[in-house]
T-cell receptor, first 110, second 113 residues
Framework: GQQLNQSPQSMFIQEGEDVSMNCTSS?????WLWYKQDPGEGPVLLIA?????ELTSNGRLTAQFGITRKDSFLNISASIPSDVGIYFC??????????FGKGTRLSVIA | KAGVTQTPRYLIKTRGQQVTLSCSPI?????VSWYQQTPGQGLQFLFE???????NKGNFPGRFSGRQFSNSRSEMNVSTLELGDSALYLC????????????FGAGSRLTVL
């Protein structure tokens, strides 16, 4: 089946630093999504991308749909303590179910 | 607008028992998907239901089953529980036409002893 490689697996950063994480796929997707999961909760959608090359921002978050349609990245600028959590990428091809990366666990040191 | 509601939030079962989890979607969402989340495997797709019909199925044994009712509420059942079934079971819903974005519930955390 389709595999998503998400990296890094975990990050420890200082408050105020920028963060970058990415996902790569062995196959082409037509949708990339980024979710964040807080402890004890389900994932919450951060950004949705639908077109190759698309760059979309949501506040301090910016995500891009790679030109090859096999990758995506998420940047967080000027991190704050509430950015702590697990970030997941998810991709979809056609009407197949969303495939999720294994997540990037972000820790912010004040 | 109420979100996706999953019940129960926490439950403990023993090996060999069976369990039923429930999911009430956002009003107007006709597609319900179920995912299993474990630390080692991440989020793994179980199945998707739309208009009471299973539309997609993941690579799980037949002990895992689901159904959807006419009001779009969905249940999943796991029979003959094994220790490895301990996980967070997430339900996610969407309108079902066009939009790919899933809205997740808070999950049902199952512990099998």
């Amino acid at each position: 089946g389709q595999q998503l490689n998400q990296s890094p697996q975990s990050m420890f950063i200082q408050e105020g630093e920028d963060v970058s994480m990415n996902c790569t796929s062995s196959s082409i997707f037509n949708t990339w999504l980024w979710y964040k999961q807080d402890p004890g909760e389900g994932p919450v959608l951060l950004i949705a991308l639908y077109k190759a090359g698309e760059l979309t921002s949501n506040g301090r978050l910016t995500a891009q749909f790679g030109i090859t349609r096999k990758d995506s990245f998420l940047n967080i600028s000027a991190s704050i303590p509430s950015d702590v959590g697990i970030y997941f990428c998810a991709g979809q091809a056609g009407n197949t179910p969303l495939v999720f990366g294994k997540g990037t666990r972000l820790s912010v040191i004040a | 607008k109420a979100g996706v509601t999953q019940t129960p939030r926490y439950l403990i079962k023993t090996r060999g028992q069976q369990v039923t989890l429930s999911c009430s979607p956002i009003s107007g969402h006709r597609s319900v998907s179920w995912y299993q989340q474990t630390p080692g495997q991440g989020l793994q797709f179980l199945f998707e239901y739309f208009s009471e019909t299973q539309r997609n199925k993941g690579n799980f044994p037949g002990r895992f089953s689901g159904r959807q009712f006419s009001n779009s509420r969905s249940e999943m059942n796991v029979s003959t529980l094994e220790l490895g079934d301990s996980a967070l079971y997430l339900c996610a819903t969407r309108t079902g036409s066009g939009a790919n974005v899933l809205t997740f519930g808070a999950g049902s955390r199952l512990t099998v002893l």
